[in-house]
């Protein structure tokens, strides 16, 4: 394998997002593993590939941070679950990005999209989705009995029992419902499970709802 | 480039000749690259370090006993080692939760970050805001925004912004290299 044609079909950045046929990725192990340059461009593209995400994540972050959820229980307080089956989504604050990565400030300036999950309607068929094609944060208003448990950790698998997405600590907005934010760069269309369970004192989680998803790229 | 000096089939001859150096040699030189691909399939530092371990045992067991039929293909053979182990791991992890089926689905918390892995990583976002931030045009910020974060593929990118691939791979080449001339020029910085 030569490395022209390396560059040529960018098996570098290929081979880590992971979307080599098993035959190439085969071939291409094989010669990378007695090459040192191709190892260390590896290495670079995979720390990379991190790294942006990692500075997406540490801007979004902060936002939140300062708003947490007060902007989603406000909204859900204020009635406008109802505009939200409506498909009428919130504003978000936007001038809180510090630096000037255009995507995060997208991410952040857009309005989310907020879709409702419910146990009676949504437990045995998947809930078809639409992922925004661009950045936008999802919230997901869950419908659970949200009085058992003060803390809820929520977590995105997909079909294939990778974890997706988690985040802990999540308080109730109302006695009947938690929201879950996830930026929309990190689904993909496919068939995924919310998992939403309840913290327990001595730190173990109880699951206490499963939402199936499935998603698709929108338009 | 080869990793190292000896030829492959030059370093399985002096295994074979129960030359101890050459075994070192051997691990010297596939280490990065077995490292690379468990690592592609193990998240879990833990259960990469194990079947790292167990690659290598197996391979200098195998090595020693004349199983390699092909010594000039020795990368191959080490390489299919590493993949067997991983396989191996998966298929043990899925007999263990086939066991464990029917039990209450209790979760554990994972353990927060340590500092150290905090300090990392937002040192590795401030680099990325870097090398973001010196990119000549919103157009290529966009490039690779799509291409790492969106997942998106190189022949949508290119379509959608009107971009040739020549240019994408420039972006993508342009923004590796000054990532690494950045974190290299931090090291520098730490030693002085």
């Not at chain 1, 942006?52 to 859900?76: K, L, M």
Request: charged share 30%.
């Amino acid at each position: 394998m030569d490395h022209l044609r390396i560059e040529e079909r960018n098996l570098i950045d290929r081979y880590v997002r992971g979307t080599m046929p098993a035959a190439e990725r085969v071939e291409f192990e094989d010669h990378f593993v007695d090459c040192a340059e191709c190892q260390e461009q590896i290495e670079i593209a995979k720390s990379l590939r991190q790294a942006v995400r990692e500075s997406v994540t540490e801007q979004v972050r902060e936002p939140r941070r300062r708003f947490g959820w007060r902007w989603v229980a406000v909204a859900a307080s204020a009635g406008l679950l109802m505009a939200v089956a409506a498909g009428t989504a919130f504003l978000l604050q936007r001038d809180r990005a510090r630096s000037d990565l255009a995507s995060v400030r997208l991410s952040l300036e857009r309005a989310p999209v907020v879709f409702g999950l419910s146990l009676s309607r949504d437990a045995a068929e998947p809930r078809d989705i639409s992922i925004p094609s661009e950045p936008r944060w999802m919230v997901f208003l869950a419908e659970i009995d949200a009085t058992r448990y003060s803390r809820y950790r929520a977590v995105v698998i997909s079909s294939r029992g990778d974890e997706i997405w988690k985040q802990d600590g999540i308080q109730p907005n109302s006695p009947d419902s938690i929201s879950v934010a996830i930026p929309s760069g990190a689904l993909h269309p496919g068939t995924y499970t919310l998992t939403v369970s309840g913290a327990q004192p001595d730190g173990a989680f109880i699951p206490v709802a499963r939402f199936p998803l499935r998603l698709a790229a929108g338009k | 480039m080869e990793v190292g000096g000896s030829s492959s089939a030059g370093l399985v001859s002096r295994i074979r000749a129960g030359e101890r150096s050459a075994e070192d040699e051997l691990v010297q030189r596939y280490s990065r690259g077995v490292s690379i691909i468990i690592g592609q399939s193990l998240a879990d530092p833990a259960a990469a370090a194990d079947v790292y371990q167990e690659a290598f045992r197996l391979a200098l067991t195998k090595v020693r006993d004349g199983e390699v039929r092909e010594p000039e293909r020795l990368a191959g053979f080490i390489c299919g080692i590493a993949r067997a182990l991983v396989i191996e791991y998966f298929r043990g992890a899925a007999r263990l939760r086939a066991r464990h089926q029917g039990e209450p689905d209790r979760q554990f918390p994972s353990p927060e970050p340590s500092q150290l892995d905090q300090l990392l990583r937002e040192e590795r976002a401030t680099l990325a805001r870097r090398v973001l931030s010196e990119l000549s045009s919103d157009r290529d910020r966009k490039i690779l925004y799509r291409f790492y974060i969106e997942d998106d593929d190189k022949d949508d990118i290119c379509a959608d912004l009107g971009i040739s691939a020549l240019h994408f791979n420039q972006v993508i080449c342009r923004a590796r290299q000054r990532y690494k001339k950045i974190f290299e020029s931090m090291g520098e910085g730490r030693k002085t």
